[in-house]
């Protein structure tokens, strides 16, 4: 029977995909990444979209075509390796740092400015906000329908409004660039999008639309694939439209926001410049509804896949994952972000390779080969680009291509990839070849 959804129903998974992906770091990051980059915006805006777009859209992609599963993706991979990476990427993009910077984001830029900063406000506003995020995670049958069809459209007019406003009033004129932005701002961008964790994200997001696509009635494999490709498609177009904005946003702020230290304060007052007393309402509404969607989905991504490695019932581990991240919430936005970036660094690089190779499995005699070394040289230098990151001394490394922004993994993972791939196509015909003259 040929298993078919209506054209809503694709548009509402798009836009629930678009509003999971949408969260803190979405709104954050290119906003200062803009102001940095000034003059060579396009480029660092290229850079960005690569890793805050491209990959998330190949990861989603590559899900389907894998089968659905983490499992199915990392299947080359020794098993407790495997499990440990999607732990690992679960904590960080759970309950460690994504699903409470949404809320610390929420509260900075949403919140504060109504109320005022304070240690208890924040406790009591993170409270109301992981109570929400609990209540909706635990209607997972109806996610398509609370935020597809109802939360992301209001969110959807809000960014449009937002966007007019920067491209038709932008409120000062593009300057030079600074920092890493002069000479490497391609470079610099893509390197930026990997606050967004939006890499991981897409791994994630994949097992649970694959979820909420067979509980539409879809269960062929090709028809589920087909649906996410779709959905991703979409959500990409979303997001790629926002960050457009965002990165011209910032691009144009150098003026009223000079002295602005966050990407936060940068679209603050940028907003309240560019709409005046009602501006905060505006950017309020967007925040919100931007960060509790992505709560939202993390912790029923994060919840799931918990639930079926544990046994134990996905009710507990929602109450759990949002208790927990309400209380790391407290711990503060600037914190949270430092603390990420390390390891953003070091497992970024794996992922990455692992998706791209996702694509070229079914071409490679010796898949596990391949993968291991591929994968265990990126790690391995991506540890190399967290030290450097520290300011610890690796001047024996000094001369790598790209160290000085975070990406000296890049290079010799291309060369050892080629390596393999040489390897993976001589060494069957020489296998091959002994065994006829023998």
Not at 13 to 30: D, E, K, S, T
Not at 83 to 107: E, K, Q, Y
Not at 143 to 172: C, E, M, R, W, Y
Not at 298 to 318: K, P
Request: hydrophobic share 55%; aromatic share 12%; charged share 10%.
């Amino acid at each position: 029977m040929k298993q078919t959804l209506k054209t809503t129903d694709i548009i509402a998974l798009g836009f629930m995909l678009f509003a999971f992906f949408l969260g803190a770091g979405n709104i954050i990051f290119p906003p200062q990444a803009g102001q940095f980059a000034g003059e060579h915006y396009i480029s660092a805006m290229g850079g960005f979209l690569l890793t805050a777009v491209g990959l998330p859209l190949l990861s989603l992609i590559a899900i389907a075509i894998a089968g659905g599963s983490w499992e199915a993706i990392s299947q080359e991979l020794p098993r407790k390796i495997s499990v440990l990476i999607v732990v690992v990427m679960f904590i960080i993009i759970g309950p460690a740092f994504a699903i409470p910077r949404t809320a610390a984001v929420s509260f900075d830029m949403a919140i504060k400015p109504f109320i005022g900063a304070g240690s208890d406000r924040l406790a009591i506003f993170s409270g109301v906000f992981f109570m929400l995020v609990i209540v909706f995670a635990l209607r997972q049958g109806r996610l398509i329908d609370t935020i597809g069809k109802l939360l992301t459209p209001v969110l959807l007019i809000g960014l449009i409004v937002l966007s007019l406003g920067v491209f038709l009033a932008p409120q000062g004129h593009i300057i030079g660039a600074k920092g890493h932005y002069i000479d490497m701002p391609l470079a610099s961008g893509f390197l930026d999008g990997y606050n967004t964790m939006d890499t991981f994200g897409a791994l994630l997001f994949g097992m649970l639309m694959v979820d909420a696509i067979g509980s539409k009635g879809i269960t062929q494999k090709k028809a589920v694939a087909r649906y996410l490709f779709f959905s991703a498609l979409i959500a990409a177009a979303g997001l790629a439209f926002v960050y457009v904005s965002l990165f011209y946003l910032g691009a144009t702020s150098s003026q009223i926001a000079a002295h602005a230290k966050t990407g936060s304060d940068i679209l603050s007052i940028y907003v309240q410049s560019l709409f005046g007393p009602y501006g905060q309402w505006v950017l309020s509404t967007i925040v919100l509804l931007a960060c509790l969607t992505t709560a939202i989905g993390l912790t029923s991504a994060s919840s799931e896949y918990f639930s079926r490695l544990s046994g134990v019932g996905v009710r507990y581990w929602v109450v759990g994952v949002g208790v927990l991240s309400a209380i790391i919430t407290n711990i503060g936005l600037k914190q949270l972000i430092n603390l990420s970036i390390p390891v953003l660094l070091a497992l970024y690089p794996t992922i990455i390779m692992l998706v791209l190779l996702t694509f070229i499995r079914h071409k490679l005699a010796n898949p596990k080969l391949v993968y291991r070394f591929v994968l265990a040289v990126s790690f391995i230098f991506s540890l190399i680009d967290v030290i450097h990151r520290l300011d610890l001394n690796v001047y024996w490394f000094d001369r790598l291509p790209l160290l000085a922004v975070g990406m000296g993994w890049l290079c010799p993972t291309l060369i050892i990839l080629v390596a393999m791939l040489v390897i993976d196509r001589v060494l069957p015909f020489k296998l091959v070849q002994s065994q006829s003259i023998h």
